[in-house]
């Protein structure tokens, strides 16, 4: 995981091509001279071990470069609660996340994700429990979400996006007794076995591993 500044990721969004970042907008603060702001920028960088003396990038800064190139130039991406992710080839992934003022980063698998999910939670780790019958129903937006205030459910917010166009978003939640998926934009609650919620989560972080689960 890198940190960077915004105006840091500026500049890598500067000397990198592609399309406008996913989820991610730059831009130099108007009230700033750009030419004082570029000069800092570098001077940071530098710190870094980014930039060199000649103002060239070094062989460690090609590494967020190449990370965040694959994340602009990726035709999928998905937000992972407060997480931007592109979705690459191999089951790799990438992704940025802004906190507190900064930007980071990081690049891994979707495998990565999945078991510190598994390790948390013991819903996502049981086995199907086949002797329950399990439901599927419209639910009205405003009464779920007034009940997901009011519950003290684990949550998984995913949105998922296609050349930067929604594909589907999806609420997962659960807790020792039961899991659902919400659907936000159908009003749909279905509860899910734990395989089922499993697959669903392979199939959305890029995990290879398995079939997808049938409807």
């Known amino acids: 995981m890198i940190k960077f500044t ?13 399309p406008a970042p996913f989820g991610i907008f730059l831009r130099y603060p108007r009230w700033r001279d750009t030419e004082e702001l570029k000069e800092e920028i570098v ?11 000649e ?3 070094t062989q460690y800064g090609v590494i967020p470069l190449l990370m965040w190139e694959e994340y602009r130039n ?13 979705i690459l080839s191999g089951g790799r992934i990438t992704g940025v996340r802004e906190f ?3 930007y ?8 990565e994700i999945l078991l510190e999910l598994l390790k948390e939670s013991e819903f996502l780790r049981s086995a199907d429990r086949k002797e329950e019958h399990y439901t599927s129903r419209q ?10 205030r009011d519950s003290k459910l684990d ?5 998922s996006f296609v050349d930067d166009e929604p594909e589907k978003e999806m609420v997962y939640y659960w807790n020792e007794t039961g899991g659902f998926q919400y659907d936000l934009n159908k009003g749909r609650e279905r509860q899910l076995q734990p395989r089922q919620m499993r697959m669903r989560l392979m199939e959305l972080l890029n995990v290879q591993e398995g079939g997808r689960e049938n409807e």
């Open 6 to 18: 915004k105006e840091e990721l500026i500049f890598l969004n500067n000397v990198t091509k592609g």
């Open 43 to 53: 001077t940071s960088l530098q710190e870094k071990g980014i930039l060199d003396e």
């Open 55 to 57: 103002k060239k990038i």
């Open 74 to 86: 990726a035709k999928k991406h998905i937000i992972f609660n407060d997480v931007y992710f592109a």
């Open 100 to 102: 507190e003022g900064a």
């Open 104 to 111: 980071y980063l990081m690049t891994g698998r979707g495998e």
């Open 139 to 148: 639910l009205d937006y405003a009464v779920w979400s007034k009940r997901m």
């Open 155 to 159: 949550m998984v917010i995913i949105g």
